[in-house]
């Protein structure tokens, strides 16, 4: 009964305030639409090049062996590259002036990439290109916990989250569309149009943005709020004092804490599950087997938008975000263990990257969970591990699939099956650390609290200064008892 009733109240709204309900309403609709189109138009983007590569770019720019690979990870390098300092930057600058500018980027070498007469052309542009783009996903993941509650973020991590597979379903259906209707046009292959319309609609997003992006409660100076909004908005998402970025105490701060190393190997072990969908492996697969092999991949979008929508609002609900992890570490075993079956049948194929698509699932749950455990840190620190954890997953994502999802392995990619298998088997291990961390964590900042009580009653600082020893706590609450027990 009291699940039905916490059910029943969250689509409800909750026992909110109409001035809250309006909050929320204009953040919703401002904050998420330009988000989650950013990410609609990055994820279009990233599926291109595999949609181009089999509708003739392979051909024409005569690629050999794995260079497609070569392509995706040079990408994946730059984006590597780009995450932390971009993330970094959102601290300094403006997020409603900083956004914009990278999509315009983005945008103007997603049309260059027309231009490629070579693979080392497309090579390169692709590295500057995914530097670009890394500011979005780990971006926004901080924009949005700046602005929603913990009962609130999870679908808006998902709605998110969906946007993206959104695009790259939509990549397929575009590239189909653009081939059979402007293939030749004005001389130019149907992949090269595919490039150019991809950039000319990425531009409108930016301009949208630059006007009405509304940046972080703290420094927002958006029309559409009122004074009373401003500060409501600030008082739902208090914000932590911390330390300056660029000094050895928040450089210490970092890496002594342990959601530096929780969550940076976990996402490790999430991106890696992920790289069915992400390298495209099903549009490889069906590359000489069936007819329409751009549509019938985008299956695999669909399954991870459902499985995202319905996991993040779940959690929302009851909690327990890392259910999301187990739930994962089951299916990359399972499909892994599938797809190494001697001749499976097509149908068979189809089902299992189809169920491969559930394990997107955790781009939601997953940084939602690392926004809901560092609530009680400074935002800096938030950023920078929310900006570290994207960085551990595609540091990994650059490599990786040159081992084992190389485009010259197909159809069957039997090294990339075992190695999910094992992926699988390890986050079920790494998720039940995090959960041991976690409620450890919480116990101290509970006693951290309890002794400020104490404190503030006139009881004994003697027992307070040694929970403060070795406790790892935010920054603000020792710095608070130190002033209450000199």
């Given amino acids: ?68 690979t070569e392509v995706t990870t040079l990408y994946s390098v730059g984006y590597l590259l780009g995450i932390i300092p971009n993330n970094m930057l959102l601290t300094y600058f403006k997020p409603g002036r900083f956004f914009p500018f990278m999509i315009l980027v983005w945008a103007s070498l997603t049309m260059i990439n027309a231009a490629a007469k070579r693979p080392q052309h497309l ?73 150019i319309i991809d950039g000319i609609i990425t531009i409108p997003v930016a301009i949208y943005g630059y006007f009405l992006f509304p940046d972080v409660p703290a420094t927002t100076t958006a029309v559409y709020f009122n004074e009373e909004e401003r500060q409501l908005a600030k008082a739902r998402v ?20 342990w959601y530096f190393y929780g969550f940076c190997f976990l996402w490790i072990l999430g991106n890696c599950s992920e790289s069915l969908g992400n390298q495209s492996l099903m549009n490889l697969y069906l590359q000489d087997t069936v007819y329409q092999l751009n549509n019938y991949p985008t299956g695999v979008q669909a399954v991870g938008i459902v499985s995202t929508l319905l996991w993040a609002f779940g959690t929302d609900i009851l909690g327990r975000r890392w259910s999301s992890g187990y739930f994962v570490s089951i299916t990359a075993i399972c499909v892994g263990i ?18 491969s698509g559930t394990i997107y699932c955790i781009q939601a749950t997953f940084f939602a969970w690392a926004n809901d455990s560092m609530r009680h840190q ?36 039997t090294k ?27 116990k101290k900042h509970t006693d951290i609290i309890d002794a400020v009580d104490a404190a503030e009653a006139g009881s004994s600082c003697e027992a307070t200064h040694e929970i403060i020893d070795g406790t790892g706590g935010p920054a603000d609450l020792l710095l608070g008892l130190l002033h209450l027990c000199p």
């Fill in 1 to 68: 009964m009291a699940a039905l009733s916490r059910i029943s109240e969250y689509f409800r709204g909750g026992p909110i305030s109409a001035l809250e309900k309006k909050l929320i309403f204009k953040m919703d609709f401002f904050i998420l639409t330009f988000c989650c189109l950013a990410y609609f138009m990055n994820y279009l983007d990233r599926a291109s090049v595999s949609q181009a590569y089999v509708s003739g770019m392979k051909e024409d720019l005569h690629f050999v062996g794995a260079q497609l």
């Fill in 123 to 195: 090579m390169a542009i692709r590295f500057f290109q995914g530097y670009a783009e890394s500011c979005i996903f780990a971006g926004t993941h901080y924009i949005l916990g700046s602005w929603y509650t913990e009962k609130e973020l999870g679908k808006r991590s998902a709605l998110f989250t969906a946007s993206g597979l959104a695009g790259g379903m939509f990549g397929g259906f575009l590239q189909t569309g653009i081939y059979s209707s402007m293939n030749g046009l004005a001389g130019l292959e149907g992949w090269r149009w595919l490039y």
């Fill in 238 to 257: 208090p914000v932590v004092e911390g330390a300056r970025i660029l000094s050895t105490a928040f450089i210490k701060q970092v890496f002594t804490s």
């Fill in 338 to 355: 599938l797809l190494l079956v001697p001749n499976m049948s097509t149908a068979g194929q189809f089902a299992a990257y189809y169920w």
């Fill in 378 to 413: 400074p935002p800096t620190l938030r950023a920078v591990i929310i900006a570290c954890m994207n960085f551990s997953g595609n540091l990994f994502q650059a490599w990786w699939p040159l081992i084992f999802y190389r485009a010259n392995d197909a159809p069957k990619f």
């Fill in 416 to 442: 990339g099956m075992c190695a999910l298998i094992g992926v699988g088997a390890a986050m079920g291990i790494w998720v039940t650390v995090m959960l041991y961390l976690e409620r450890h964590h919480a």
